[in-house]
């Protein structure tokens, strides 16, 4: 069973350009979520995708978007970065269609705006 | 909305005495919870789950939860802590009585372990 992966680990940009993040979903499941994790702080939802559609949605301005994928990956992206999106980005996937199943968690892309 | 407490951001134990990190939590529906350990630079993993199916939750690495309702509390214990421990673990709980739902976190313990 292949577990949750994400790309680039690390990513350096500067404020004012644009990133994007991709996501493997584990094997079986069909939802992914991305939380933003700056640092000294737990992870904040940022959205859901269930079925290619956003499923739900933090406190986080339109310009992080994302995608899923028919095969369950998804992409996260953040236009006009800013400082403060510097932080430990997180993608987790879970299984809609199994009660209890929980959410699993990749590595991360710590990503520096400078 | 949900809300979850975990009260002392900084845990200090000794080798082989008891870990107790204490979580509260606030849901309007009967919760789903969790409890994450993160190690420096890594993502989460999922120590334990509580679903409902029983109050007595026990997760991996010797770690276990108990669900108390009446106290909306759901604290995580090790009988005997490990230098191996020593990470920081969140508490959280799902939205909307799924497993899958958006999860609200903790603002984390950083657990120390002493030789």
């Known amino acids: 069973e292949t577990g949750v992966t994400q790309s680039p680990t690390h990513l350096i940009k500067t404020r004012g350009q644009q990133v994007t993040l991709r996501c493997s979903s584990q094997?079986?499941?069909?939802?992914v979520s991305w939380y933003q994790q700056a640092l000294g702080q737990g992870p904040q939802f940022i959205f859901q995708?269930?079925?290619?559609?956003?499923?739900g949605r933090g406190n986080f301005p339109p310009r992080f978007s994302g995608l899923q994928f028919p095969n369950y990956s998804s992409e996260l992206n953040v236009n006009a970065l800013e400082l403060d999106d510097s932080a430990l980005y997180l993608c987790?996937?879970?299984?809609?269609?199994?009660?209890?199943?929980?959410?699993?968690f990749g590595p991360g892309t710590r990503l520096t705006v400078l | 909305a949900q809300s979850v407490t975990q009260l002392g951001s900084h845990v200090s134990v000794s080798e082989g005495a008891l870990v107790l990190l204490r979580c509260n939590y606030s849901?309007?529906?009967?919760?789903?919870l969790f409890w994450y350990v993160q190690y420096p630079n890594q993502g989460l993993q999922l120590l334990l789950k509580?679903?409902?199916?029983?109050?007595l939750v026990k997760g991996i690495n010797g770690f276990e939860a108990e669900f108390k309702k009446s106290e909306t509390s759901f604290h995580l214990t090790k009988p005997s802590a490990h230098m191996s421990d020593a990470a920081e673990y969140f508490c959280?709980?799902?939205?909307?009585?799924?497993?899958?739902?958006?999860?609200?976190f903790g603002q984390g313990t950083i657990l120390t372990v002493h030789p």
């Open positions: 995708y269930y079925r290619e559609e956003e499923n």
């Open positions: 959280a709980v799902a939205a909307g009585g799924t497993s899958y739902g958006k999860l609200t």
């Open positions: 094997s079986g499941h069909n939802t």
């Open positions: 987790a996937s879970s299984n809609a269609m199994t009660s209890g199943g929980g959410q699993f």
């Open positions: 849901s309007s529906v009967p919760p789903y």
């Open positions: 509580y679903t409902s199916a029983a109050t």
